[in-house]
């Protein structure tokens, strides 16, 4: 066996193929440069005496300007771990990812293209752009003029687009022409099983069971859903989890709110509330995600949901910018667990909460604690800059 | 069912791509080897969606492996596309379509390389060619790729290009040696060479080290 292998074997397999929405972007570019008249060719000899008069000069002013300017102008990849707050564009447009949700965010002039990997991502997009919005999860394609609308790319391809605001066209394998969805519309399914929902049950039909039979997409009916949507579902008192495990959170937000917040936070189990705090979190409602989390250390100060909690809740208050709560929700957290499941995140968000207040004495001892712990880790550039070391 | 010699197959990097078709095989349908992988296009397809077709996987491959990290990928894979279809007349036996088309894509790249390399020595410019390294929290398999990026750029182009297409893709040293139009002994040479030579850089990176294999509990398999 190769000392390489396992190496290799780990990058071939983040490395992947090329996706087909790769192979479509490029051969519309190709089809297009090819389309342009051809650039009459000087010839060869004539080319290599102007190089040559040309070499001189040229290479003192290569050597002394700047690299020239892709037209890629931002190339990031975006995981829900590291955003703090949805990515937000000059014009306005957000770009937020649900838990787990990651992808590579690609800005060029005349056009955003974000390519979903994995997870929810929300996009609310100003309209009017100037700039073309191409959303890729997979083979599907979601083209975007001015909305509000949500993606999810899940295990075996399950993909899912929601539009909450504005027209949006989808494009899935199975289908040659795009799909267009209005505001209140759902598809959901996997690639060969797709549904598109209409109406009001689109925005709270459980997406675990999302693919009727129908191997193409089906019309709706005149009601206004897809004849694969049971409506005593919609109608479950806990519908709302199955919609938070489903990443989505402001249908599972607005369900908790229809049955009733308070009757909620007193009667749901450490795990419900845990669930509760998640949905109000990455709902939006950060006022209910503490209430829940508050609630939850009060009612089952023991469980682990309510260990974890304690480490949210700062995340929650620091979401809201209340530096102070946020400072002391994490101080608590590691006075009481020791080293456990965000141990090295808390110590890394203390470290940043303490150099941004002042507290260089306190932020130095947390950045020599991070880097103890995790000298990899996502703060390890702060941390070895607190502590003066060099970057790895 | 005992495999034909054509169905015989290294787990090489573009082993799945469609050949040219023969003389009794009309356009569009395009077959591999084994008659494993149809590549199809639409009735009234111009002959460069065809061409497209055939060549697009080969690209895409080579581009992938070299360049998947690259803030440049697409508009290099661009030119290389470009290339192929203003190159593709001159090329005599259509049956060597793919095999033409990944040379042309591994030189061009082996360009891109070489144009960096050169600029970098002249404006004493430290950055890489790969994507600025970030901090992923939960994204370690695409940092240990950035960071294997940044090793293979400090080897030299001659090794760097042949032992990219062995770690990355997998190719087969007779494949290697096809695209990078060298023999097989040279280019064994140049793997061990780069080999040794990435190994020895790659122990210095906390992040790669643990992922090489432990050089006492393991036979090494050289490629010479």
Request: some cysteine.
């Amino acid at each position: 066996m190769d000392r390489l292998e396992p190496l290799a074997t780990e990058l071939r397999r983040e490395l992947g193929t090329p996706p087909e929405t790769w192979f479509q972007t490029q051969r519309a570019r190709l089809q297009s440069a090819v389309r342009q008249p051809a650039q009459r060719r000087t010839p060869r000899s004539r080319l290599l005496v102007a190089a040559a008069l040309c070499a001189g000069l040229g290479l003192g002013v290569w050597a002394l300007a700047p690299t020239l300017g892709s037209p890629i102008a931002e190339d990031t990849w975006l995981v829900a771990e590291e955003l703090r707050e949805p990515h937000r564009f000059e014009d306005g447009s957000t770009i937020a990812l649900g838990p787990g949700g990651r992808g590579r965010l690609l800005v060029r002039e005349d056009a955003i293209r974000f390519d979903l990997h994995a997870g929810r991502a929300t996009f609310d997009v100003t309209p009017k752009q100037p700039r073309s919005w191409i959303i890729s999860a997979g083979k599907n394609e979601v083209r975007v003029v001015g909305t509000r609308f949500s993606v999810l790319y899940g295990s075996e391809e399950s993909f899912e687009v929601h539009v909450e605001r504005g027209v949006v066209s989808v494009r899935v394998p199975e289908r040659s022409s795009a799909i267009e969805l209005e505001a209140g519309d759902r598809l959901q399914g996997r690639p060969g099983r797709m549904a598109l929902l209409h109406g009001p049950l689109a925005s709270v039909t459980p997406p675990a069971a999302p693919a009727p039979a129908s191997p193409s997409v089906p019309a709706a009916s005149p009601s206004g859903a897809a004849s694969a949507v049971s409506p005593s579902v919609a109608s479950s008192e806990n519908d709302w989890q199955a919609l938070y495990r489903q990443g989505d959170y402001a249908a599972s937000l607005a369900r908790a709110r229809a049955i009733g917040v308070n009757k909620l936070i007193d009667e749901l189990s450490p795990k419900g509330l845990a669930e509760l705090a998640d949905a109000a979190r990455l709902g939006g409602d950060p006022d209910l995600a503490v209430r829940a989390l508050t609630a939850l250390e009060k009612r089952f100060p023991s469980s682990a949901e309510a260990r974890d909690g304690r480490f949210l809740l700062g995340r929650v208050h620091a979401l809201r910018g209340d530096t102070k709560a946020a400072t002391h929700a994490f101080e608590s957290y590691l006075a009481r667990n020791g080293a456990s499941t965000y141990t090295a995140e808390a110590i890394g968000r203390l470290m940043e909460l303490y150099s941004r207040g002042g507290d260089s004495e306190r932020a130095r001892a947390m950045a020599d604690r991070y880097l103890e712990r995790a000298p990899n880790g996502p703060y390890q550039r702060l941390a070895r800059s607190l502590l003066g070391r060099t970057p790895h | 069912m005992a495999p034909t010699p054509s169905a015989k197959r290294s787990p090489a990097i573009f082993a799945g791509v469609a050949r040219a078709p023969g003389p009794a095989e009309p356009l569009p349908e395009l077959r591999t080897d084994d008659s494993a992988r149809l590549v199809l296009v639409d009735k009234d397809a111009t002959p460069e969606d065809v061409l497209y077709a055939r060549v697009a996987p080969v690209v895409g491959r080579v581009v992938w492996t070299y360049l998947a990290t690259d803030p440049e990928r697409d508009d290099v894979a661009q030119e290389i596309f470009l290339a192929i279809v203003r190159g593709a007349p001159s090329v005599k036996d259509p049956a060597r379509l793919e095999g033409w088309a990944a040379r042309v894509a591994v030189n061009a790249i082996w360009n891109v390389f070489r144009r960096r390399k050169f600029r970098r020595w002249l404006s004493l410019e430290s950055s890489g060619d790969s994507e600025p390294l970030i901090d992923h929290a939960d994204f370690e398999g695409r940092e240990v790729l950035a960071r294997t990026q940044r090793v293979l750029e400090h080897l030299p182009l001659k090794e760097r290009m042949p032992f990219t297409l062995k770690l990355l893709g997998n190719a087969s040293v007779e494949e290697i040696a096809r695209l990078c139009n060298c023999s097989s002994r040279t280019i064994k040479r140049r793997l061990n060479d780069a080999r040794a030579r990435f190994i020895r850089l790659a122990e210095r990176d906390p992040a790669l080290r643990g992922r090489l294999g432990n050089v006492s509990a393991l036979t090494e398999d050289h490629d010479g």
